[in-house]
């Protein structure tokens, strides 16, 4: 028996503007600048949930009203949800409208999808507990499994998510790390009691998610007759495919006219032609199946680019010094208490600002270029510093003022 574990992650950050020497001291709205398309949060979030969100959104309920026994799953970000609030109730109307089949489960993450539990522990926490009261409030879900930002993992992180209360945490089964090992089973992490590791096929999902309109690709085009076999060849070598992905892989990453929902419609259909199959959600999996063993993971891994670390962040000295200046300022920001500068200071956290910054070259730096707003990766570097620069300099007005 198989089962199919969709997982999808939904974010979208607050993108900074670019924000001048000049500017510092003077302007301290950074992340909307409605003069610039690229740079445009609102136009940008509204252009993707027109042609991903609502679209798919649409069709998961068809298909989870047509097949009572799908099961699906999502990450939102809290600065997601922030968007979603201000720019498009409608969008979260209709991921409220998903919640209430309870064919859904929702996860818990950072809430500014943040890389803070590389850089300062108590920080990470705070947005682990605020993103987990945004979705009680949001859908009336409490969250019982981790998934942290861009499946940043290693076995310390398990063993702190646990002693949060969390069940189970997601990661890449990435063949370096698992050497002769499946994906397709469940892990039990070292020096941990409960919780369960579940690991993302990569080799399944990134076929819908970057290979689905190569045309250069042996297997196109992808139909669903085709994926479902690929699955049902699991049955016997494994207990779970998880399919984890990001959500706008329908409709932004692979427009409509590769035919990508038209996929989506049919493979449920498809993969419960075989009975031995069936749908999970991950806390059902961490239910239904028991660890198969020790999985260790003592280096940090994620999914992304080829590496499968942490290169897309900080494999440069720009990435690193913008990311140690944002952390070191922890201690002043929260001293001000002053809730438009730590709500900025944390927005500021977010990966995304860091990934812009990456200067790989090749498919890796295709990719980075592909969803940077920016010209080049020292236009992100110099307009995230300038933003820097004037938060230091909000921090100090109000300093003195106290003083």
Not at 110 to 122: A, D, I, P, V
Not at 176 to 191: G, I, Q, T
Not at 247 to 260: A, K
Request: aromatic letters at 14%; charged letters at 25%; proline letters at 4%.
């Amino acid at each position: 028996m198989t089962s199919i574990c969709f997982y999808f992650q939904v974010h979208q950050p607050y993108r900074i503007k670019k924000h001048r020497v000049f500017d510092i001291g003077k302007d301290h709205e950074y992340f909307n600048d409605k003069s610039d398309g690229n740079l445009n949060n609102e136009k940008i979030l509204l252009k993707v949930a027109n042609k991903s969100y609502l679209p798919a959104n649409k069709l998961f309920l068809k298909l989870l009203k047509k097949h009572p026994e799908m099961k699906i799953s999502f990450s939102f970000s809290g600065v997601f949800l922030d968007q979603l609030e201000e720019f498009s109730p409608e969008v979260l109307i209709s991921f409220q409208e998903l919640a209430r089949t309870e064919q859904v489960e929702i996860l818990a993450e950072t809430y500014y999808h943040s890389l803070s539990f590389l850089y300062s522990k108590k920080e990470f926490k705070k947005q682990v507990v605020k993103h987990a009261r945004k979705i009680k409030k949001i859908f009336n879900i409490v969250p019982t499994v981790f998934r942290n930002t861009e499946l940043i993992y290693n076995d310390d992180l398990a063993q702190e998510v646990e002693k949060m209360g969390y069940k189970g945490i997601l990661a890449e089964g990435w063949d370096a790390v698992l050497d002769w090992r499946s994906p397709n089973f469940l892990y039990k992490p070292p020096n941990t009691k409960k919780i369960k590791l579940l690991l993302k096929n990569y080799k399944l999902s990134d076929d819908i998610a970057f290979r689905f309109s190569d045309k250069g690709w042996a297997e196109h085009p992808l139909s669903a007759p085709k994926f479902s076999q690929w699955v049902n060849a699991t049955n016997g070598n494994g207990n779970i495919v998880n399919l984890f992905m990001d959500y706008e892989t329908f409709g932004e990453h692979q427009w409509e006219d590769t035919g990508i929902f038209k996929f989506l419609e049919t493979l449920p259909s498809e993969l419960l032609k075989n009975l031995d199959n069936n749908f999970v959600t991950p806390s059902e999996a961490l239910e239904k199946y028991d660890s198969v063993g020790e999985l260790s993971m003592p280096n940090f891994m994620s999914w992304a680019d080829v590496e499968r670390d942490l290169s897309a962040w900080r494999s440069n000295s720009i990435q690193q010094d913008a990311l140690q200046k944002i952390y070191d300022m922890e201690k002043e920001v929260l001293a001000t208490k002053d809730f438009n500068i730590i709500e900025d200071w944390r927005r500021l956290q977010t990966s995304d600002h860091f990934y812009y910054m990456c200067t790989k070259w090749f498919n890796d730096g295709d990719v980075h270029k592909y969803f940077s707003p920016y010209d080049s990766p020292y236009e992100a570097f110099i307009a995230y510093m300038n933003v820097l620069s004037d938060l230091k300099h909000r921090i100090e007005v109000i300093t003195k003022i106290k003083m």
